[in-house]
């Protein structure tokens, strides 16, 4: 894949949240948003998505949060006309340092953030990747895109964050917070704290 432009890069503001490595599959039928497809496909660039901070997706540009993450096509589809079928990747986090609305759509000046620094799962947070093992062998499609790094804390903790019922204001500190321990630190509190797990 090429790099992305970093002075204009289409933003996808959404009521969604998504992670360095996580699928996000998407039905687009804006035309704005059809086109800004395109325009990814033909220059095999990723576009951004960022979680709305206000407004709405549908309509004129929302504001997104400061911070969201790369999404690459990895596949799509069109079997009804004027109804896209994406599958999106998410690769490395940005911070939105300029944007401007042109023709509906939301273009930026970003800013790649570092990729934090991974660690493997400590032993106090086993039950982490155990419960990612159960959900992977409970669903007969994918869930996460291969491979599966059960021993990393970094995708172990971005995964948890995908499938756990917390508000998307909640999902979007646990995008922005840098620490891959720190990250599993505070989720096996919460599943702790809610009986999903047994404490240490």
Not at 71 to 91: E, F, K, P
Not at 163 to 188: S, W
Request: charged letters at 25%; proline letters at 7%; glycine letters at 8%.
């Amino acid at each position: 894949m090429n790099q992305p432009d970093l002075r204009d890069l289409p933003i996808f503001p959404l009521n969604a949240v998504l992670y360095p490595g996580g699928l996000l599959p998407l039905r687009v039928f804006e035309t704005r948003y059809i086109d800004m497809t395109r325009e990814c496909l033909k220059s095999e660039r990723p576009f951004g998505v960022c979680l709305i901070r206000e407004g709405k997706e549908v309509g004129k540009p929302a504001v997104p949060q400061e911070i969201g993450s790369l999404a690459y096509i990895a596949s799509w589809d069109m079997q009804q006309l004027g109804l896209l079928q994406l599958r999106t990747q998410g690769g490395q986090r940005f911070r939105i340092v300029e944007s401007h609305a042109a023709h509906g759509l939301l273009r930026a000046q970003v800013e790649l953030l570092p990729n934090e620094e991974d660690a493997e799962v400590p032993e106090q947070f086993t039950a982490l990747p155990d419960l990612l093992r159960l959900v992977v062998a409970d669903k007969s499609e994918a869930v996460f895109a291969e491979p599966h790094e059960f021993g990393s804390a970094s995708w172990v903790g971005y995964r948890l964050c995908e499938i756990l019922p917390v508000p998307l204001v909640a999902k979007q500190k646990l995008l922005e917070l840098d620490g891959a321990l720190a990250r599993l630190e505070i989720l096996y509190r919460f599943l702790e704290q809610r009986g999903l797990i047994r404490g240490r």
